[in-house]
């Protein structure tokens, strides 16, 4: 079984920061792409930042130059690392990954439960 858990979420004011992350474990092989995604109220999910296994990264246009996603790769790790927060940066936020169990020869996607984030005006 394999499962992700977030952590880090929570309530902030306007301009602040706050730091998720996202460990994976269980019987893995190997991780591909680690990504985060958000879900505001009443709006469909979307990519927040992703982060492949060789270090390339990709953010939504509404976040870059305010968040930076890493990983390790040792702990099976993603962090996302948000800056300048903005309200309209409120929402639930899901840690998902890509990964090849030790049974299996194809890669699936796997989804944490998501952790809140809401930022005050």
């Known amino acids: 079984q394999v499962q992700l858990v977030e952590s880090g979420g929570g309530l902030v004011q306007s301009g602040g920061s706050l730091r998720l992350s996202c460990v994976a474990s269980?019987?893995?092989?190997?991780?591909?792409?680690m990504g985060w995604y958000r879900q505001a109220p009443g709006k469909e999910r979307e990519l927040v930042a992703i982060?492949?296994?060789?270090?390339?990264?990709n953010y939504a246009d509404s976040v870059k130059d305010r968040f930076t996603i890493s990983r390790d790769n040792g702990q099976n790790t993603v962090s996302l690392q948000m800056s300048s927060l903005k309200p309209e940066d409120t929402a639930v936020y899901y840690c998902k990954a890509n990964i090849r169990r030790l049974t299996t020869a194809r890669y699936a996607e796997y989804w944490g439960q998501g952790t809140q984030v809401t930022v005050s005006s």
């Open positions: 982060i492949f296994s060789a270090g390339i990264t």
């Open positions: 269980g019987s893995m092989f190997s991780i591909n792409a």
